[in-house]
């Protein structure tokens, strides 16, 4: 046997090895044969470096340094989920998903894992990027960390696509937390806070070698990609494993919501027999077909719902409240608790909300109080323990005055929340506009951090997002930890800024109510903040999705002489305030007025790109037949219940072909 042909045996024993024993947790060799068949492999690779392969089993030793690491865009965008907390909340979600497609529905579910979620590109077989599931939009590609981790295949087996994406969570079993623990203690180093954060902080480390001492898992469960030949959930998590994915075997198909609900109690009282930690359980509907036809909402899968388990709860002492301003001027009362564990982690501020949750709680300093840590990440207080309360205690009494620049708080009619109305002056307001406006799903500006905005603002420097442009390197070189590099990269992140198109320019103005997708409907409305400034609130109205309150904030906010200033200032400066050219070609309004449903499998063009092309014309793609509805768009497999549905309401269905002639 040749040089080559000894190096690609035993690597391909290697894999095989690894897979037996961290996938099938059925190892076939001693971890002493394992090792001197790995450190042959590894001499041969020195001593022949024209052999090297990226993916060989050697490479799991890390030793890769990264310290910037790269934002990558997803191929397939990472969407969160919906959670539910009891039985009622699923057979709604039944009921909404019943209502959308045609047939019977089964549902796989899926523990919900307790990690850092990750995405992984395989191309021919092989691993090509792993990355952070970032914003859902983009992530940062921590490749060189990930391929230290050994339930992370290098190189596949069988019959896998070309290209594909495949999603899961990357864990720290508690058994290896524990013992890295035990080190950290021993060498007098403060413990790890709980195996969730380890895990994903480990991502982000520098040196891989430092990775790989750490023992990560990485438990599968989605896999993205065109022309996959997987008709359903449960298939793909089958064919994962053949692949040579670790895919958790407690994953079930199942045909009803007491099915679910069965799952779901024996998993809440066996999770901690798990080797790791879980926090829910995840259903799925399992026909990736009626996955299509159900989609998205703006954040999250309709086909998918997490059932998280009942919140723990611990008691503590408020020692004091305290109020946030942010950068909308609204005043946020903070609870500053006695520092207590609380699922993981140490709880040491719960947030108040408003004044009427003060009153509804009567909550006053000195209490010991209840908190709860449920789906929401930030702890919130439940109740009172009236039992402990001290004799001389005395309702809280809601500031009037803004704790920041003691200016007057207002109370608009109808809203929870007290605000500072100083827009210019609070520091805190002005910091915080500016910080969304450098934020990544705003004009995600590289090398500008949110502590540097407010060091900037501090040595007035800035005093809004439009200043940024005018800032030289030599302004911000003397500032605290920030070196030649580092100005010149804030300075040129600030340039490359100007690139970013209209819709983002539009979220990152920070105008109240005027989120990523409100920004999205309103740059395609009206194609230039010009046109947008001179809107009138009936105008706005009219606009899709644009309700009078929405509308009320975007002429509030143009009608600020301050504030058309600033939007001059952007565009003098060369910042995206239009619709770019490229993009308007692309666009026309011949479905304006129109609402149009999306129905089967098509051929020519897949389901995300005939309902780009009814948006790009103008018209509303809407997921159920109504009287409003204009036509249906129908492809192969159109459910029988949405056609009679479609012919009893008189509505015309157009088949594929028909709507694309239709745009010509």
Not at 152 to 157: A, E, Q, S, T
Not at 208 to 228: D, F, Q, T
């Amino acid at each position: 046997m040749d040089i080559k042909s000894k190096i690609e045996s035993l690597r391909d024993e290697l894999r095989q090895h690894n897979y037996n024993y961290y996938v099938l947790d059925n190892p076939t060799i001693s971890d002493y044969e394992f090792d001197i068949k790995l450190k042959e492999l590894q001499a041969l690779e020195e001593v022949h470096p024209e052999f090297f392969d990226a993916n060989s089993p050697t490479q799991r030793v890390g030793g890769a340094i990264t310290k910037n690491f790269n934002t990558v865009v997803h191929d397939f965008r990472m969407y969160s989920l919906d959670n539910s907390y009891s039985k009622d909340d699923l057979l709604d979600w039944e009921k909404r998903i019943k209502k959308m497609v045609d047939g019977d529905i089964q549902y796989t579910c899926e523990l919900k894992y307790d990690g850092a979620s990750m995405n992984l590109t395989y191309e021919n077989g092989k691993l090509f990027r792993a990355v952070t599931r970032g914003d859902g939009v983009q992530g940062d590609e921590v490749t060189a960390n990930v391929k230290t981790i050994n339930t992370v295949p290098l190189r596949l087996k069988g019959d896998y696509p070309e290209r594909f994406d495949i999603r899961g969570e990357i864990i720290l079993p508690i058994e290896g937390f524990l013992k890295m623990n035990e080190e950290r203690v021993t060498n007098d180093e403060e413990p790890y806070r709980n195996p969730r954060n380890t895990a994903s902080g480990s991502l982000k480390l520098q040196d891989s070698a430092e990775v790989a001492k750490r023992p990560l898992e990485c438990l599968l469960y989605s896999i993205k990609g065109n022309n996959l030949n997987i008709s359903t959930q449960f298939e793909g998590l089958q064919k994962a494993r053949e692949w040579g994915f670790k895919v958790p075997k407690e994953a079930k198909l199942v045909n009803s919501i007491d099915e679910i609900l069965d799952y779901v109690a024996y998993w809440d009282k066996h999770r901690h027999d798990l080797p790791y930690e879980i926090d829910g359980v995840v259903i799925k509907v399992n026909s990736l077909h009626q996955q299509d036809e159900l989609g998205f909402t703006a954040k999250a899968p309709r086909w998918a719902m997490a059932y998280k388990f009942k919140a723990e709860q611990v008691s503590t002492r408020l020692n004091e409240i305290t109020y946030q301003v942010g950068r909308t001027g609204a005043i946020t009362p903070v609870a500053n608790l006695e520092p207590v564990q609380l699922a993981g982690t140490i709880v040491k501020r719960a947030s108040l909300h408003n004044a009427d949750q003060i009153e509804k709680l009567d909550i006053r300093e000195g209490d010991e109080v209840f908190v709860e840590k449920g789906g929401e990440i930030i702890p919130k207080i439940i109740a009172v323990d009236l039992t402990q309360r001290p004799d001389n205690s005395s309702p809280t009494q809601y500031i009037s005055t803004c704790p920041e620049c003691e200016t007057q708080l207002i109370r608009p009619e109808g809203e929870a929340k007290h605000y500072c109305p100083n827009y210019n002056g609070c520091a805190p307001q002005v910091v915080g506009r500016i910080q969304h406006y450098i934020s990544r799903k705003a004009m995600d500006i590289e090398g500008l951090g949110a502590e540097t905005v407010a060091l900037l603002v501090k040595e007035e420097l800035i005093s809004n997002y439009a200043d940024l442009y005018e800032l030289t390197e030599e302004q911000v070189i003397p500032l605290e930890r920030m070196a030649e590099k580092s100005a010149e990269n804030l300075v040129n992140g600030i340039e490359a800024s100007k690139q970013i198109p209209f819709e983002r320019v539009l979220f990152a103005l920070g105008i109240r109510y005027v989120g990523e997708t409100v920004a999205k409907k309103l740059a395609k409305h009206y194609k230039s903040i010009d046109a947008l400034m001179f809107a009138s609130v009936l105008d706005l109205v009219t606009v899709d999705e644009i309700g009078e309150r929405i509308a009320e904030s975007v002429v509030d906010f143009f009608s600020s002489e301050g504030n058309r200033r600033i939007v001059e200032r952007l565009k003098s400066y060369g910042v995206q305030l239009e619709v770019s050219a490229d993009k308007l070609a692309n666009q026309t309004e011949k479905l304006k007025g129109l609402s149009i449903v999306v129905s089967g499998v098509f051929e020519s063009v897949s389901r995300n790109e005939l309902k780009k092309l009814i948006e790009d014309n103008g018209g509303k793609v809407s997921s159920s037949i109504s009287s409003k509805t204009s036509y249906v768009v129908a492809g192969d497999k159109m459910g029988p219940s949405k056609r009679t549905k479609a012919e009893n309401l008189g509505i015309p269905i157009l088949s594929e072909q028909g709507f694309l002639n239709k745009l010509k």
